[in-house]
């Protein structure tokens, strides 16, 4: 089964207030006395914050991508925002990360028939 | 005595360290040679189903893991718990496997007698994840363990490790007594 993609019709590029989490797995063992010792383990994945400002029919399809095409737990082939260049999308696979009692996104009516949405991606290593 | 490499040794005792020994687990069913191998890894390198879409029968399942002599070890966080210094039984050690895809649920069903443990210790560094690795040397390999028991759940699977207790055996294995040789009496 392919890695479903980011839907085309949607906005390829996150509005501002975009953010992103690097980072590694360590391990970090503190010691009596001294540095603490801190070792490499893993990759981890990196956190993306995006937001985007969608019409009513762009809120449609994303909810179906969302709730139906990946079920909320999928992951899938997304262009990254700080990589991608004009219309040269470099893509990654993401998954949704889930906010409390398993929200997938948040939505705030901007006017009528706009809407802003907030997500929580994670980039898998 | 066991010999660890010089770069296995700057890792363990150096205050920052891009390296760490990641441990492989080679469960080998011993009643039933026709069941496969189970391959674990403590850490992983690379996605292995990147090669592999089917790999366990599961498709377009991720699974993390590490190659090594060949073979793909699938990444599952372990946690052991190491045997205690009571000497009136042979040392026994716990293996707990965070198994919440199931993975290796549907294996461990089929498995009937006891199954040999091997445990090595890799250096990461030493993994390259375009080879094989089929000349990686282990720093350390832990033989002759066997599982006697396994339990599991929706998190985790738990198997207890022991190596054949020789001191325990009992010795003369048969005496002349009336429930061996009948006969006799």
Redesign the interface.
């Known amino acids: 089964?392919p890695?479903p993609v980011w839907p085309p019709s949607l906005p390829q590029y996150p509005e501002r207030n975009y953010s992103e989490t690097l980072g590694v797995n360590v391990?970090r063992t503190p010691m009596d006395s001294?540095?603490a010792?801190?070792?490499?383990?893993?990759n981890r994945p990196q956190t993306l914050n995006v937001q985007y400002t969608l019409s009513k029919t762009q809120v449609d399809t994303l909810e179906t991508f969302l709730l139906t095409t990946i079920k909320g737990v999928l992951?899938f082939s997304y262009p990254h925002p700080r990589l991608s260049s004009g219309t040269t999308y470099v893509m990654r696979e993401v998954r949704v990360v889930p906010q409390q009692d398993g929200q997938l996104f948040t939505l705030q009516y901007v006017a009528p028939d706009y809407y802003k949405i907030g997500l929580q991606l994670e980039i898998?290593? | 005595m066991r010999s660890i490499s010089a770069a296995a040794l700057r890792?363990f005792f150096?205050?920052?360290?891009?390296?760490?020994l990641i441990a492989l687990f080679t469960f080998e069913p011993q009643e039933s040679p026709a069941q496969s191998p189970i391959y674990i890894a403590d850490?992983?390198?690379k996605?292995l189903t990147n090669n592999n879409p089917d790999l366990y029968g599961v498709?377009?399942t991720?699974v993390?893991g590490v190659t090594y002599k060949g073979q793909d070890y699938m990444f599952l966080p372990v946690q052991i718990t190491l045997p205690n210094d009571d000497n009136s039984s042979a040392p026994k050690a716990t293996l707990t496997i965070f198994d919440v895809t199931y993975l290796l649920t549907e294996t461990i069903r089929s498995i009937t007698g006891p199954v040999k443990v091997t445990i090595e210790l890799v250096l990461?560094s030493l993994l390259d994840n375009n080879t094989t690795n089929m000349a990686v040397t282990p720093e350390v390999t832990f033989t002759g363990f066997y599982i006697t028991n396994f339990t599991y759940n929706a998190q985790q699977v738990t198997a207890d490790l022991q190596m054949i207790d020789y001191a325990t055996e009992p010795f003369p294995a048969y005496r002349f007594i009336p429930a061996y040789f009948p006969g006799i009496f």
């Open positions: 089964m890695v391990i001294g540095p010792k801190v070792r490499y383990r893993s992951r898998l290593p | 890792s150096s205050v920052e360290s891009d390296d760490s850490n992983y390198t996605r498709d377009n991720l993390y990461r």
